[in-house]
């Protein structure tokens, strides 16, 4: 399996931002996509994951309302778009696939697969 996230950059403060991950290697409609985020001297920590069979998703707490996951079986993408962006979406952003699916797992240790993170600057 094979992860790699695009589409992070410099961004205005309340600006859009739609991250890819492009997903390869394997069938993943029995897996569930998970994105994290990992500020700058903090822990990554999840946002958002999609169950790729059914589309059903699920959202940490603090973004719910401004991150929207979502795939395209068709290409094998997954996306994760931020709207508004706030200066504290700063991060390194990283995709993650489970192959498990018992669940929409929240921690790092519940995935895994995960591909080089895309960095996300937020600017004033």
């Known amino acids: 399996v094979q992860l790699q996230a695009s589409g992070g950059g410099l961004v205005q403060a309340g600006g859009s931002l739609r991250l890819s991950c492009a997903a390869s290697g394997h069938t993943f409609n029995t897996y569930i996509m998970g994105w994290f985020r990992q500020a700058p001297g903090k822990e990554r920590e999840f946002v958002a994951a999609?169950?790729?069979?059914?589309?059903?998703?699920y959202y940490e707490d603090p973004v719910k309302g401004r991150f929207i996951i979502s795939r395209d079986n068709a290409k094998n993408m997954v996306y994760l778009e931020i709207d508004p962006v706030r200066h504290d979406d700063t991060a390194v952003y990283y995709c993650?696939?489970?192959?498990?699916?018992?669940?929409?797992?929240?921690?790092?240790?519940?995935?895994?697969?995960w591909g080089p993170g895309t960095q996300v600057t937020v600017s004033s």
């Open positions: 993650a696939a489970d192959d498990q699916n018992y669940g929409f797992g929240t921690r790092v240790y519940e995935y895994d697969y």
């Open positions: 999609i169950r790729w069979s059914d589309g059903q998703t």
